[in-house]
């Protein structure tokens, strides 16, 4: 089993940047394949992105693409969201995810077993 806590979240203006953190204790992170979900108030989870665990492979929502960038630190047992050019629709709780992988990463929120307790991000307009 592996707990994950998530930080990093905030309250930013439109057009910054944030950088999310989410540090994982318990087991051997470099098995994990990691994932970031958001839901904003009123909707449903959303996909963001997500990383194998080795970090080679990454895939990012199109509504994310070329903002966002999913990375990981297996040395640290940290994964990290990095968050440019927000905008407000990006206001939301973000989780992070892991389940047990290799060189595979997964887009839907049930292929994952672990969660972190969510970090608030607010984009001011």
């Known amino acids: 089993q592996v707990q994950l806590v998530e930080s990093g979240g905030g309250l930013v203006q439109a057009g910054g940047s944030l950088r999310l953190s989410c540090a994982a204790s318990?087991?051997?992170?470099?098995?994990?394949?990691m994932g970031w979900f958001r839901q904003a108030p009123g909707k449903e989870r959303e996909f963001v992105a997500t990383?194998?665990?080795?970090?080679?492979?990454?895939y990012h929502a199109d509504s994310v693409k070329g903002r966002f960038t999913i990375s990981r630190d297996n040395a640290k047992d940290t994964g990290y969201l990095q968050m440019n050019s927000l905008r407000p629709e990006d206001t939301a709780v973000y989780y992070c995810a892991a389940r047990v992988g290799g060189e595979y990463y997964y887009t839907r929120g049930p292929e994952y077993d672990y969660w972190g307790q969510g970090t608030q991000v607010t984009v001011s307009s």
């Open positions: 318990g087991r051997t992170f470099s098995s994990y394949v």
């Open positions: 990383i194998s665990s080795s970090g080679g492979r990454t």
